[in-house]
């Protein structure tokens, strides 16, 4: 089924502080939306991201990337509304509606979602209420609250497009969220286990706590990886996807992209997955020439099969010559394409070794790299 994720980001967040939406304000090092939008790369067909007309440089940005953007309206009813109709064309079976303020969603909980719909046309997360419920005043307790059967609502809320999408259309407005929607529609909506680290920000406190949440489940991992290709006869190197001009080549069973093979060593690395020859035998003639691409991109598919993001990657190319900086940001920009990172992740440059050891020679170039890999 074609599956797509509406992430809600239009909002003033006033109640947060901070003079800031609170989805552009930082937490834990990157923005709010950051985190949000990342925990659904990989496990939704399309993203739909809807923001405020006023957040200007959020459309400039994000439109960069592979995401659909749609204004939202002044309520968030509306905002729900504008997302779906931005995916009426992409034949879309499966959506999840999504608070932007709700960063720590985990993969289980989107995916367990998503697996609802298999048998339901509705299905949200919810946490069943087991404190003691009161009523009261401002400063009084005036009576109890039976929590039999109560659930906390959480989001991703999950829906069979054309049901959801016929239930807004139907809905006068007003309401709490969409399964409150959908559920005027005649609609059943299953509940899925909810997780207590699903918390909305809305208060200038919630930003500690997630980031303490954070901290507790972040599973962090750096990789290391180092090549080394000699110089044969050629006209040019690859470096980093990038044809180099140059009066001699790299020679190697594969395009000899020293650059790229430690970037991809680093992550191999950082997942406890060996090295590229390992998952690319030299010995095996169907690597001859091959780009070097093809396992950098092998390496990128396997850390989000595992459950990993990329952070960030540093490269540092060793060599006397050729020059790398004019060409770094096409390196840069290169990689980022390759590995679905912005070019901001990606850091390439190049030393000298003072004219010591084989690269100060000019007899090849050598590659230092590490990538950090984060738990999704």
């Known amino acids: 089924m074609t599956t797509a994720a509406i992430i809600v980001a239009a909002g003033r967040g006033q109640r947060a502080g901070g003079g800031t939406p609170k989805q552009w304000r930082t937490l834990a090092g990157r923005r709010v939306a950051d ?30 990337l592979d995401m659909i953007l749609t204004a939202g309206s002044t309520d968030r009813a509306g905002s729900v509304r504008s997302g779906l109709d931005a995916l009426e064309a992409f034949g879309i079976e499966k959506v999840l509606i999504h608070d932007i303020a709700r960063p ?37 307790v005036t009576g109890t609250q039976d929590r039999t059967g109560l659930y906390a609502a959480q989001t991703p809320q999950g829906f069979r497009y054309d049901a959801i999408a016929a239930a807004h259309a139907a809905h006068p407005g007003g309401s709490a969220d969409d399964v409150e929607v959908a559920r005027a529609a005649g609609i059943e909506v299953a509940i899925v286990p909810g997780d207590p680290d699903n918390i909305k920000i809305t208060r200038p406190e919630d930003f500690d706590r997630a980031e303490r949440i954070m901290g507790m489940n972040m599973d962090v991992r750096l990789g290391n990886g180092y090549d080394v290709h000699r110089f044969g006869d050629g006209d040019h190197v690859i470096l980093c996807g990038v044809k180099v001009p140059h009066n001699r080549g790299l020679q190697g069973h594969s395009d000899a ?14 997942l406890a997955q060996g090295d590229i020859g390992q998952h690319f035998p030299p010995t095996d003639p169907q690597w001859k020439g091959a780009a070097s ?31 790398i900086g004019p060409h770094a940001h096409s390196m840069r920009d290169q990689m980022a394409l390759i590995m679905d990172l912005r070019a901001d992740q990606i850091s390439v440059k190049a030393t000298t070794s003072e004219r010591l050891g084989f690269t100060g020679r000019g007899e090849g170039i050598a590659s230092l790299a590490t990538a950090c890999l984060v738990k999704s």
């Open 257 to 270: 992209d020293v650059g790229m093979h430690a970037v991809t060593d680093a992550i191999y690395g950082a």
């Open 35 to 64: 985190w949000t939008i990342d925990q659904f790369r990989g496990l939704v067909d399309h993203i739909v991201l809807v923001l405020s007309p006023q957040d200007a440089p959020a459309w400039e940005e994000f439109g960069a």
């Open 293 to 323: 691409e093809i396992f950098l991109r092998h390496a990128v598919e396997l850390a989000g099969q595992l459950g990993y993001r990329i952070s960030n990657v540093d490269c540092t190319l060793v060599c006397e010559f050729p020059k």
């Open 104 to 140: 720590c969603v985990s993969t289980r909980v989107i995916t367990d979602t998503l697996g609802a719909l298999d048998t339901h046309a509705a299905a949200a997360p919810g946490l069943a209420v087991t404190d003691a419920l009161w009523t009261g005043d401002t400063d009084l």
